[in-house]
């Protein structure tokens, strides 16, 4: 599975778009992009994923660069409960390589009043 | 629907001894997936239970074991407990396997002394 970088730790205002880019150059054509969050003291939860195109769902955006090297997971209107690690995971999906997820660093957002 | 159930939340073990952890799967979900979370080494994967049949191992020694029952309810046992075992172990159910929509539960805060 390619390799991420995040940077350690952001900040956002109270009701502003939350970015946190991920950086994924050795990308694969058959990995995708995932997001996942993890609030203080529980486990990660799935925010979204995509191969190529933009994806949005109820929580949030995936912009994904058209080289595919990096990507872009945008919280449009953060909120205190916004804050946590969020970790950007590349990997194929495919059967066999199971549910298995590698969690790097990830980025400390913490959202301000 | 009833969420991932982990038990026991918390956990204090002395070194020599070992322990099992349960994680009752979301209803219908096939794949069940253990980590440990430390500060040191963060998120890491420990092995993966599909239909009953182990499909992913990380790189942890033997005394980390796992099992999966007919109804999708894993354990995961680890024998001869070190002080470095001490962590947050997570379980997260699925019901497809392609790395996206993965539910964790809580986790089970193990502490060796």
């Known amino acids: 599975d390619a390799k991420t970088t995040q940077p350690p730790s952001m900040d956002c205002a109270e009701g502003r778009a939350a970015n946190l880019p991920c950086n994924h150059s050795?990308?694969?054509?058959?990995?995708?992009v995932y997001w996942y969050r993890q609030i203080h003291s529980q486990g990660p939860q799935y925010i979204i994923h995509g191969l190529k195109n933009n994806e949005t769902n109820e929580m949030a955006s995936l912009i994904i660069t058209e080289d595919r090297k990096s990507s872009t997971l945008i919280l449009p209107h953060a909120t205190l409960r916004d804050t946590a690690v969020y970790y950007c995971?590349?990997?194929?999906?495919?059967?066999?390589?199971?549910?298995?997820?590698?969690f790097g660093e990830g980025t400390q957002l913490t959202v301000n009043p | 629907k009833a969420g991932v159930t982990q038990t026991p939340r918390y956990l204090i073990k002395t070194r020599g001894q070992q322990v099992t952890l349960s994680c009752s799967p979301i209803?219908?979900?096939?794949?069940v997936s253990w980590y440990q979370q430390t500060p040191g080494q963060g998120l890491q994967f420990l092995f993966e239970?599909?239909?009953?049949?182990?499909?992913n191992k990380g790189n942890f020694p033997g005394r980390f074991s796992g099992r999966q029952f007919s109804n999708s309810r894993s354990e995961m046992n680890v024998s001869t407990l070190e002080l470095g075992d001490s962590a947050l172990y997570l379980c997260?159910?699925?019901?497809?396997?392609?790395?996206?929509?993965?539910?964790f539960g809580s986790g089970t805060r193990l502490t060796v002394v």
């Open positions: 209803s219908g979900h096939r794949s």
């Open positions: 239970y599909f239909s009953e049949t182990q499909r």
């Open positions: 050795t990308i694969s054509g058959n990995e995708y």
């Open positions: 997260a159910s699925g019901e497809t396997d392609r790395g996206y929509g993965y539910t």
């Open positions: 995971i590349v990997r194929v999906a495919r059967e066999t390589s199971g549910s298995r997820l590698t």
